[in-house]
């Protein structure tokens, strides 16, 4: 008689499949909770320790680790010590194991205390896992509910599973005892720089395709901590694609950066628009007139409710994605006149703490730059008056997001031109100042993500209105750049802060 090993934390769909086993003429063995469910729903069941003659002990920690059941699962079929070894040990074959583990994904943000977590590592069930597994030449192993289907129509239509399946289901095992073991070493360690560097992600869906159309892509998400694009709701609208995981990523961040009521406008991971105001409405038509041009099928962010009034605002225009952490009723009905906008509600805050580039070949890590302007050095003989130092520290936080080298020229508290992108600094500075006085030419101040290597931006700014600067300095030349703002009457502060961003 065949044999099937089953013990899941999840119990989703496992009666079905135990039925199904029984009437196949597998005898079923199973653990504790496992036993006791699938006892009370009539289903004849093998408590382990009657299988292997030895009592679960240490509070149920150690009830597979047994021979008979190791034995059962390792032993190949096709050498003929293994399987005289155990006949000699009066040790069965097990021709399948069904284990889900325990939840420690699902426990990692309940902030449970450590003695806690510790009993949530499971041991057994990966154990058995791995070793069916390795021997999947002989055995099934299902490791995830939603092969339960596929196993059930093999078995139905072949007699067993094909070798080819059971290979797929191995290799799955690997796959999630490698995340599962991940997880728990990131609980552990709590070291953002490892010696050997693990994460655990999980596929929601296969995206339509990349970046460009010829590309695969896919979108997963973190199991061990939650953020803002993990457990998105998406209220209306087509689905989601990879530019716009990446656009939504930006703009969120960039409004997060503010406390006041902010919106910003992204297109092609680059903010285009950014503006604080005295509500939504108000802070999205400033941030509109920032780049009318570019806004169009733009992602756009808020860091308050969208209500009524700044919905009627958006359908004027065409916008791929409206995010934001909520809606009012009004405002759904009023956008779902949009079929195809996407409307996005976040329900987690910001928690990435590294970022992970790709090189081929390798992996580059670093920290997320969460750095703001807590103090700053006045270097010009004139200081900027407090209008001045709000504006200044205003687009200082929005060019930290801007593609390198990057500038941006505000006023008002809303960003009126945006330099990002270019080779040299020079081009990003006539860029965000020519944007910016097609609005207004008064009350202008311009920050940049890292220090001038001439005093060119410092001439090109005063002889464009620019009142005030804000850069982090460094430059063996800054002594230029200083007495160019002390000639033109210019305040300049220091940040010692630069926001590269490639």
């Keep these: 008689m065949k044999k099937a090993l089953i013990s899941v934390s999840d119990k ?146 072949e007699g067993d599973t094909s070798q080819n399946t059971r290979k797929w289901l191995a290799g799955k095992v690997f796959n999630l005892t490698s995340c599962y073991d991940a997880a728990i070493a990131n609980y552990l360690l709590r070291d953002d720089y490892p010696h050997y560097l693990t994460t655990s992600f999980e596929k929601v869906e296969d995206l339509r395709y990349g970046e460009n159309p010829h590309q695969k892509a896919a979108f997963y998400i973190d199991k061990t901590k939650n953020g803002a694009m993990k457990d998105l709701e998406q209220l209306q609208g087509k689905e989601l694609s990879f530019n716009n995981f990446r656009d939504m990523d930006m703009a969120y961040k960039v409004v997060n950066e503010f406390s006041e009521t902010c919106c910003c406008a992204v297109k092609h991971s680059t903010p285009c628009g950014v503006a604080l105001g005295k509500n939504s409405a108000d802070a999205y038509q400033k941030t509109f007139q920032c780049d009318p041009i570019s806004i169009f099928g733009g992602i756009i962010a808020f860091n308050r409710s969208v209500d009524e009034n700044t919905a009627r605002l958006l359908v004027t225009v065409f916008l791929e994605i409206v995010i934001a952490p909520s809606f009012t009723g009004e405002a759904l009905q009023i956008l779902s006149t949009k079929k195809s906008l996407r409307v996005i509600k976040v329900n987690n805050s910001l928690t990435d703490s590294i970022e992970l580039v790709k090189v081929d070949g390798g992996l580059l890590v670093q920290d997320v730059d969460h750095a703001t302007v807590n103090d700053f050095k006045q270097v010009t003989n004139t200081a900027p008056n407090q209008k001045q130092l709000e504006n200044l520290i205003f687009a200082q936080k929005i060019v930290k997001h801007a593609k390198s080298n990057a500038i941006v020229v505000a006023s008002e508290l809303q960003a009126l031109g945006i330099g990002s992108g270019q ?57 230029e750049s200083i007495d160019a703002c002390n000639e033109y009457n210019i305040p300049m502060i220091f940040t010692g802060i630069r926001h590269f961003k490639h």
């Excluded at 729903?41 to 149920?60: A, C, K, M």
């Excluded at 009830?63 to 034995?71: D, M, N, R, W």
């Excluded at 069904?98 to 499971?122: A, C, Q, R, T, W």
């Design 12 to 157: 989703t769909n496992i009666i079905d499949l135990s039925i199904f086993l029984k009437s196949q003429g597998y005898e079923i063995i199973s653990t504790g909770g496992t036993y006791k469910y699938l006892k009370s729903n009539n289903i004849q069941v093998t408590e382990i320790s009657d299988y292997t003659h030895f009592p679960e002990i240490l509070d149920g920690r150690v009830k597979t680790l047994h021979p008979t059941i190791h034995g059962g699962i390792l032993a190949s079929r096709t050498k003929e010590d293994h399987i005289q070894s155990i006949h000699n040990l009066k040790i069965d074959t097990i021709d399948m194991v069904v284990v889900n583990l325990y939840p420690f994904f699902d426990k990692l943000n309940e902030g449970l205390p450590e003695s806690e977590m510790i009993e949530f590592i499971d041991i057994g069930g990966p154990a058995m896992l791995r070793s069916a597994a390795k021997n999947f030449h002989s055995v099934t192993v299902v490791s995830q509910i939603e092969d339960y289907a596929l196993v059930i129509k093999e078995i139905k239509k």
């Design 423 to 479: 080779t040299n600094r020079i081009w990003a500075a006539q860029q965000a100042i020519e944007r910016a006085k097609e609005k207004r030419t008064d009350n202008l101040v311009l920050a940049s993500d890292a220090f001038f290597p001439f005093r060119d931006v410092v001439d090109t700014a005063a002889k464009n209105g620019i009142q005030a600067i804000i850069q982090p300095g460094g430059s063996l030349r800054d002594k």
